[in-house]
């Protein structure tokens, strides 16, 4: 079953205390990306990642790091957390991106990670 | 002017109504637009897509886009209870390098 998979699902931490947010995909796709969605402000990009060892800066990526080694796995790294960066947090795939985005090769999204600091 | 932009709603419809959805977009050389489901606490999934200026029906959706208007709206007939979700815009913004991005969202609740 092609999916996203992300974990935690759930997390509770505390400020300051490092913390890595997986994120796996099975469809050998080469764009990842990392949302956080917060309440009247909808989908934000955190960073992306075009291919393997290619990574940028997406919207709001203060606070946050990404690495990309191989191309199923691009984990969201929070290195001191804090109370602003308690959000829902998306992992997307696709096989292409940008002007080749079309519906046929649309976005998955992983089923997010609630995540709360404290 | 946000690139994309919703009204955030809520819209309340009854059932068996058609809800409209609109969306407007910033960026006059965009050339993909999407429309997202998200059910409450769940990640969004694609219900439409479209390319060209006019309607595309599938099923009860139809979405249609107008882009000297630079607008593009999803219609959903004999709305649902079921339906009750928030629906979001996205569009490629070509001038912007092909970045995707999306509205914040329209809160859709079907009334039984």
């Known amino acids: 079953e092609a999916q996203v998979t992300q974990n935690p699902r759930y997390l509770i931490t505390v400020t300051g205390k490092k913390l890595t947010v997986t994120c796996s995909q099975n469809?050998?796709?080469?764009?990842m990306s990392w949302y956080r969605q917060d309440p009247g402000l909808g989908l934000r990009q955190i960073y992306y990642?075009?291919?393997?060892?290619?990574?940028d800066k997406g919207d709001v990526p203060e606070g946050y790091k990404v690495s990309r080694k191989e191309k199923r796995n691009f984990p969201l790294i929070l290195e001191s957390p804090s109370p602003n960066q308690t959000s829902l947090y998306f992992c997307a795939s696709s096989l292409t991106s940008g002007r080749a985005l079309v519906g046929t090769d649309t976005q998955y999204f992983g089923p997010g990670t609630r995540l709360t600091v404290l | 002017q946000k690139e994309v932009e919703q009204n955030s709603g809520p819209l309340s419809v009854p059932e068996g109504a058609i809800a409209s959805l609109n969306c407007t977009y910033s960026?006059?050389?965009?050339?993909?637009f999407f429309w997202y489901r998200q059910y409450s606490g769940k990640s969004p999934e694609l219900i439409m897509s479209?390319?060209?200026?006019g309607d595309k029906e599938d099923g009860r959706f139809t979405a249609q886009l107008n882009k000297a208007s630079q607008y593009v709206s999803l219609l959903i007939r004999d709305s649902q209870p079921s339906d009750s979700a928030t629906y979001l815009c996205?569009?490629?913004?070509?001038?912007?390098?092909?970045?995707?991005?999306f509205g914040q969202g329209t809160e859709l609740s079907v009334k039984p």
């Open positions: 479209i390319y060209s200026n």
């Open positions: 960026d006059r050389g965009s050339q993909s």
């Open positions: 990642s075009m291919n393997v060892e290619v990574t």
């Open positions: 469809m050998n796709h080469e764009y």
């Open positions: 996205a569009v490629v913004l070509y001038n912007q390098g092909g970045k995707l991005i």
